[in-house]
């Protein structure tokens, strides 16, 4: 059994072709079997297909999940994905591909991608696990690649692996505490403890209006009462409540007093038995984003629901 503290290893991988992408993360994969290792593998689409039939028969062995779907909302990956598989083999070391970031990422997601690679070193630290974590040199931008460097503390380039000397991941996640600006046309509701059940009926009301129906609107109805009660358990006892479109997306907004201290505070699966604390974890898993926002004056969670 794999003690406490044998390393965690979470090496970044820059690939330029489809054959480069394949040779090195079928390698990672074989070497993982043939140590008796579980594998498992959450990338886009394509690039699930390469590693697939480059397996060939091996890919039984392996859990295969499509990224672009399991991974849709970065923010759930760590307990959905990473997390789930690690703890699923608690005597194990695991091995695990994870590809949370691709070309179609947009502006608005990738704050929150690159806070996810960076918060994978404090979720996994003193775990017996390796992620390796594939970037496509020859479609992503510079600022994105530069970022890799800063969140995985070993680099793979060109068939060579060194230590990254620009590693330092909680630089990552400060600067992609980004203030988070409302839309001018959002609708805004003031709320405390008594008007929880208003801001709930408020925020399903306004989403139904802007297109929002079954069970994605459950989900916001959801994810609305999560964030308003632990405003008012949490965040100084009120908070405000927005919501608009914005991409094709219903986008709703909680501000409140509170601060959040924890870095991987909604993406550390509860201990068993653990009473609370699954609020933010949630909203996670039944939104397409969320971003955040935490500063000593106050906290804002902002969640997308796809129309």
């Not at 760590?78 to 070391?93: K, N, Y």
């Not at 994978?120 to 496509?136: H, K, M, Q, S, V």
Request: net charge negative; hydrophobic share 40%.
């Amino acid at each position: 059994m794999p003690t406490a503290d044998e390393k965690f290893v979470h090496p970044a991988l820059f690939y330029r072709t489809g054959q480069d992408y394949a040779d090195h993360t079928v390698t990672f994969v074989r070497e993982g079997l043939t140590l008796g290792e579980p594998v498992a593998v959450a990338v886009p689409g394509p690039n699930l297909g390469i590693i697939r039939d480059e397996l060939g028969p091996d890919a039984e062995d392996v859990l295969l999940l499509d990224m672009t779907d399991a991974g849709r909302n970065p923010g759930r990956i760590i307990p959905g994905v990473l997390r789930a598989f690690a703890d699923a083999h608690p005597h194990s070391r695991v091995r695990i591909i994870g590809e949370p970031i691709w070309a179609g990422r947009t502006s608005v997601e990738y704050p929150a991608c690159a806070q996810h690679e960076a918060l994978i070193n404090a979720a996994f630290e003193g775990r017996a696990a390796t992620i390796l974590c594939p970037y496509d040199e020859s479609r992503l931008d510079d600022e994105v690649l530069a970022d890799a460097r800063i969140t995985h503390p070993t680099l793979i380039a060109g068939g060579r692996e060194r230590t990254s000397e620009a590693y330092d991941w909680r630089a990552v996640v400060d600067r992609y505490n980004e203030a988070l600006t409302p839309a001018p046309d959002a609708a805004v509701f003031s709320f405390g403890s008594a008007e929880l059940p208003d801001a709930r009926h408020f925020a399903v009301d306004r989403a139904a209006q802007l297109g929002l129906a079954g069970q994605r609107l459950q989900d916001t109805e959801l994810a609305v009462a999560e964030l308003t009660t632990n405003s008012v358990i949490h965040g100084g006892g009120q908070g405000v409540l927005r919501i608009w479109a914005e991409a094709g997306q219903v986008v709703c907004e909680v501000r409140d007093q509170g601060r959040l201290a924890d870095p991987l505070a909604g993406r550390r699966p509860p201990e068993r038995g653990q009473i609370g604390g699954r609020g933010l974890m949630l909203v996670h898993y039944v939104s397409d984003l969320v971003r955040l926002h935490t500063a000593p004056d106050g906290t804002a969670v902002r969640f997308y629901v796809g129309l």
